[in-house]
């Protein structure tokens, strides 16, 4: 069994997530695919990953591959969380991790309604208001906001467990791919789309595989993106069973792979050389950004900075990179200039490298100050203030 060590993975990671100089995308589609889907929980974060990983990116070329080329989807899958999907993976997920958390969903929500005294068959009235819905999109293939879509539909205007029930309505469409995201009519910072018929927005209807061919189709992407990967990296970031995943696994032919530490990690089957070092690189990420969200076991990235990186939820704040190793954190002064504060020591070159990609992102930024909903401790520390 081959052995992988921790600064083998961080050279892999390095090229792998196109954010070596050298070794960076062409494309934002080449960007997404390089770690398998992009995290857009956070609506500028999906232009910052991308920023980090295209040279001379533009906001106009994402919206393109969006919105126009619709090369880009956004999608809800594994963890209940939302990504931005290379089209052609999107029945995977539909298959596989969004049906599953579809199935929670569509549970949780019927299971609210009795409660909250909406409906004494709460699996009947989520089908009549998915029902009034798609009626509503009838027609409409560039969509509906969600305030159009409440006006038109007035049973989904209302409260159940506290919560309002017309995004959880439409975000099962989504999962079950009846509806889609589609385009923004706010700036590239708030997401404020238009929900539009699936069927519409991608011109057809895709076939869809069956359960156990999407995870691993989402698997062998995964492996390529991440590996080498263990079982629970694995686990944890598709939100799926460990029999779903072992499936997976033995259907790329993942072979195994031994980790610093004792552990055992997986790598496709033609995938198993070694990836040369990349040379000096250094990287400023967004909160949440698909590289540090990638596995569960994150020692060999973060070291033992894990409780100033990530909040208390297990969402990570912004990061610092050098060499494939998390070393800091950024954020923007009153100005927009974008700041780095470093929690270890650091050579002339690799401080250097930082000062490049912090002066970098306050030239693309152009004074604009991001918002988050979330801060890590060390954002914190730093004087991170919501704008």
Known sequence: MRHVTDSERRARLAVRHALAPAARAATVAAATRAVTVLHATEPPTVYLSCWARVDGFKRAELDAALHTERSLVKQLAMRRTLFVFPRDLLPAAWASASARVATAERARLAKDVVADGLAADGGAWVDRARAEVLAALAGTPAGRTAQEIRLAVPMIDVKAAGVGVS??????????????????????????????????????????????????????RWLWSFGPGTEDDLVWWLGATKSAVRAALAGVGAVQVSLDGGRTGWLLPDDVAEVADPGPWAALLPVLDPTVMGWQGRDFYLGPHKELIFDTRGNAGTTAWVNGRVVGAWVQDEAGVVRVRTVEPLSTVEDDLLRAEAARLTDWLGGFRVSSVYSSPLMKAQGWVRP
């Open 167 to 220: 995004s959880r309505v439409l975000n099962h469409l989504g999962l079950t791919a009846d509806i889609v995201r589609g385009t923004n009519t706010g700036g590239w910072h708030v997401s404020r789309p238009r929900w539009a018929p699936m069927r519409d927005w991608l011109g057809g209807a895709p076939e869809w595989p069956d359960p156990a061919a999407g995870y691993r189709e989402i698997v062998r």
